[in-house]
């Protein structure tokens, strides 16, 4: 099993740190469908120092979720010792994850994210410092390289072993793909067999096979689900159930997929009030419906709802509807001649 520092998980499957995703309405049921590990998104150091509201809020961990992982973000080491600070003395969190794969312009011109994977030594530095300071277990997030010319992958992670560092997760795409293109399961196998620290393998693991083939080629402790959970957190217990009986269970039913989108919304109205969640929770309806038969044409209609029963109205007529069409086509192939021929 994956353990980290003295946090044991219960398997080897880890919900990544999604942006805008990761609050504890999606964890929760992350957590129910029995994902090992939930990684909370990642919050800056500065605006955990500077404590306001949103921010708090973002800290929050139900008791439910654990173990789980809050990820920060930044790159001035005192600030960056200090939100650690907070989240080791004022968090019920488990583990204190560091941040340096996030692609995005406006995180890197800050030093942070993924700009540390051109450098080693502040890698050491930065972890070194943050790990001296709390007594909860640090990790890293972080990507194989910054392009295709710096890949120091190796480096970095021994880097951040050195420094205490107890696990690294590896995403196997250069800060320069961003999302495109195919992650390097290479890249990882050779983080894995350079350190003896705990290694999460990241990147194209879209279906329970894919996690298994990671982990047979690697041999990571460890696969992480990001965009393949997005609508879609049967695909972690589907991954959970497969890597431990090798039993690959069916998809869910719509009736299923809309039953739990509608407790995520719920869980989001909670959370946020209505106005802000039901606004978010268009993003998510769209990859909860993803692949279900006529969904395209509701999708220009939840964009454009923002009250809770008005979205649950649409979504239970779209269930209605889908039983309808499949009920006229069982009747209509019991009809043909094909069938009577039978």
Same mark, same amino acid.
């Given at each position: 099993?994956?353990?980290?520092?003295?946090?044991?998980?219960?398997?080897?499957?880890?919900?990544?740190?999604?942006?805008?995703?990761?609050?504890?309405?999606?964890?929760?049921?992350?957590?129910?469908?029995?994902?090992?590990?939930?990684?909370?998104?990642?919050?800056?150091?500065?605006?955990?120092?500077?404590?306001?509201?949103?921010?708090?809020?973002?800290?929050?961990?139900?008791?439910?979720?654990?173990?789980?992982?809050? &990820?920060?973000?930044?790159?001035?080491?005192?600030?960056?010792?200090?939100?650690?600070?907070?989240?080791?003395?004022?968090?019920?969190?488990?583990?204190?994850?560091?941040?340096?794969?996030?692609?995005?312009?406006?995180?890197?011109?800050?030093?942070?994210?993924?700009?540390?994977?051109?450098?080693?030594?502040?890698?050491?530095?930065?972890?070194?410092?943050?790990?001296?300071?709390?007594?909860?277990?640090?990790?890293?997030?972080?990507?194989?390289?910054?392009?295709?010319? *710096?890949?120091?992958?190796?480096?970095?992670?021994?880097?951040?072993?050195?420094?205490?560092?107890?696990?690294?997760?590896?995403?196997?795409?250069?800060?320069?793909?961003?999302?495109?293109?195919?992650?390097?399961?290479?890249?990882?196998?050779?983080?894995?067999?350079?350190?003896?620290?705990?290694?999460?393998?990241?990147?194209?693991?879209?279906?329970?096979?894919?996690?298994?083939?990671?982990?047979?080629?690697?041999?990571?402790?460890?696969?992480?689900?990001?965009?393949?959970?997005?609508?879609?957190?049967?695909?972690?217990?589907?991954?959970?159930?497969?890597? &431990?009986?090798?039993?690959?269970?069916?998809?869910?039913?719509?009736?299923?997929?809309?039953?739990?989108?509608?407790? *995520?919304?719920?869980?989001?109205?909670?959370?946020?009030?209505?106005?802000?969640?039901?606004?978010?929770?268009?993003? *998510?309806?769209?990859?909860?419906?993803?692949?279900?038969?006529?969904?395209?044409?509701?999708?220009?209609?939840?964009?454009?709802?923002?009250?809770?029963?008005?979205?649950?109205?649409?979504?239970? &007529?779209?269930?209605? &509807?889908?039983?309808?069409?499949?009920?006229?086509?069982?009747?209509?192939?019991?009809?043909?001649?094909?069938?009577?021929?039978?």
């Amino acid at each position: 099993m994956l353990k980290i520092g003295d946090i044991e998980m219960k398997n080897q499957v880890v919900l990544a740190p999604m942006a805008g995703v990761c609050n504890p309405a999606f964890r929760l049921i992350a957590k129910e469908f029995g994902t090992g590990l939930v990684c909370a998104e990642m919050v800056s150091d500065k605006a955990i120092i500077h404590g306001n509201k949103r921010t708090r809020e973002m800290l929050f961990v139900d008791e439910r979720e654990k173990p789980l992982s809050l &990820q920060i973000f930044g790159g001035d080491r005192e600030s960056l010792v200090e939100a650690a600070k907070v989240v080791d003395q004022e968090t019920n969190a488990d583990i204190i994850d560091i941040n340096m794969g996030c692609p995005v312009p406006k995180v890197t011109k800050c030093d942070a994210g993924a700009r540390w994977l051109l450098d080693p030594n502040k890698i050491y530095e930065m972890v070194s410092a943050v790990v001296e300071s709390v007594s909860k277990p640090v990790t890293v997030k972080m990507r194989i390289g910054w392009d295709s010319e *710096h890949i120091y992958a190796v480096e970095n992670a021994r880097a951040v072993e050195r420094a205490g560092g107890q696990a690294v997760s590896v995403h196997g795409r250069t800060r320069e793909q961003l999302y495109t293109g195919h992650a390097n399961w290479d890249i990882i196998k050779e983080v894995k067999e350079a350190v003896s620290i705990p290694v999460i393998g990241n990147g194209d693991v879209a279906s329970p096979e894919d996690a298994r083939r990671m982990l047979d080629l690697t041999n990571c402790d460890g696969v992480m689900i990001g965009r393949g959970a997005l609508g879609n957190p049967w695909m972690l217990y589907r991954t959970i159930e497969y890597l &431990q009986t090798g039993e690959l269970l069916p998809d869910p039913s719509p009736e299923e997929k809309i039953r739990i989108a509608i407790l *995520h919304m719920d869980r989001l109205v909670a959370l946020k009030g209505e106005a802000v969640a039901v606004r978010e929770m268009r993003k *998510h309806l769209a990859w909860y419906l993803k692949g279900l038969k006529g969904s395209a044409r509701i999708k220009d209609v939840i964009m454009e709802e923002t009250k809770r029963d008005d979205m649950v109205r649409i979504l239970d &007529q779209f269930v209605s &509807q889908l039983h309808m069409v499949d009920n006229d086509e069982a009747s209509t192939s019991a009809a043909s001649p094909a069938a009577v021929a039978q």
